[in-house]
């Protein structure tokens, strides 16, 4: 029997047919990743990789430097010592310092005292400036003598007024260059020059009541 040659054919070249077509789906699976997108951690384009999202929350507050706790703390003990030299004297010292004569201001001060306790309304007008500010009804008035300030005593110094003033004490006022202040401004003692180098001055009560 005579054989046909195109079966004995196919079988020497099946192989050959198999390995070719195998390559192309090899490559293809290995190259693959490679062409898809990157890794999901990489850095979004233009930002630093450390950069921190608008929306974060702030990161907590951390415990103060000990430095910082001391300086706080000296503060405070500075706040305290001034508020004990005030009480010894410090409001002496700075009238000195910024105004001059301390005594002058002290007797004012000491008169103006005894005259509204007392409601001796000629000896309080006797140590004022006129005109003087005052406050009378509410309403801040200049009076031009002394005879004004008797006339509207009872209104101006009320006993508000004459309370705030009791309870005073010299040395803990408030000084400034313009003067001697007596609670949140209800009175004001100043200084006027007598001559042009100041040798002498007059110290007398330029605002009460307002």
Known sequence: MRLTPLP????????????????????????????TAPAEDAPVAGNSPDAVPATSEPAPATTPAPATTEVAAGEAAASGDDHAAAAEGDARQRIERLLGDADQYEKVFNDLQRGIAADDSAAVAALLRYPVRVSVDGKTVKLADAAAFQRDYAKIVTPALKALIAEQRFDTLFVNQQGVMLGQGEVWITGKCLDKACGESEVKVNNIGS
Request: proline share 11%.
């Open 8 to 35: 004995l054919l196919l079988a020497l070249t099946t192989p050959l047919w198999l390995a070719a077509c195998s390559k192309p789906e090899s490559s293809s699976t290995t190259e693959a990743p490679t062409a």
